[in-house]
């Protein structure tokens, strides 16, 4: 069995990544469109990519998300207990404190970036929206609590999450792509302002 969190912190961490990634987006807004479109190498993607596969699994769970607390069913407790898999894929997704990204792990051909070019800077506000409405579901969190409903995975009703662990895990795995963003931006910055 997992151990025990207390649901305020828990809360107030992942309150904490999200306006980190709302600070980074304000800087990413900024930059000149062709930065963000540049691929840092051949099989890499670009920073735009990388965004728009966020909008696709990120505008997943904060859909059910929605939908759960909108209506009556989500209850507060004291304190989250993980469910044995929304531990498990949370701590395989989250980056490790030196940046580095445990267990690499292909995309699904279904979460492909295909269209973030043809998007262009609408990726950057569209994650925009989605991390604003990320702050206001914590806050119900805050207010209503985390028992309730299960989310559904991007994976289908074959693995549903608590919702703290559907807040967990979306949020991990926002933090590791944040990663790769970070390394694809090092690479295509310098050969921007020269």
Do not use: C
């Amino acid at each position: 069995m997992n151990n025990a969190m207390e649901a305020r912190a828990l809360i107030e961490d992942l309150q904490a990544s999200v306006r980190g990634q709302q600070r980074r987006m304000q800087e990413l807004e900024a930059l000149p469109l062709g930065e963000l479109e540049q691929r840092p190498g051949a099989k890499a993607w670009s920073a735009l990519e990388i965004i728009e596969h966020l909008n696709i699994l990120s505008g997943h769970y904060v859909s059910r998300l929605r939908r759960a607390y909108s209506g009556e069913k989500v209850t507060h407790g004291g304190t989250f207990v993980p469910g044995h898999w929304g531990e498990k894929l949370t701590i395989g997704m989250r980056p490790l404190k030196d940046g580095t990204i445990p267990g690499p792990m292909r995309t699904l051909w279904f979460f492909e970036p295909k269209t973030a070019k043809a998007k262009g800077k609408q990726s950057l506000l569209d994650f925009q929206a989605l991390l604003a409405e990320q702050a206001v579901l914590l806050d119900k969190a805050t207010a209503q609590g985390m028992e309730g409903p299960r989310i559904t995975s991007t994976l289908g009703p074959v693995l549903r999450f608590k919702i703290g662990d559907a807040f967990r895990f979306m949020i991990a795995h926002q933090e590791r792509h944040f990663v790769q963003l970070e390394r694809a931006m090092k690479v295509v910055a310098p050969q921007h302002s020269a």
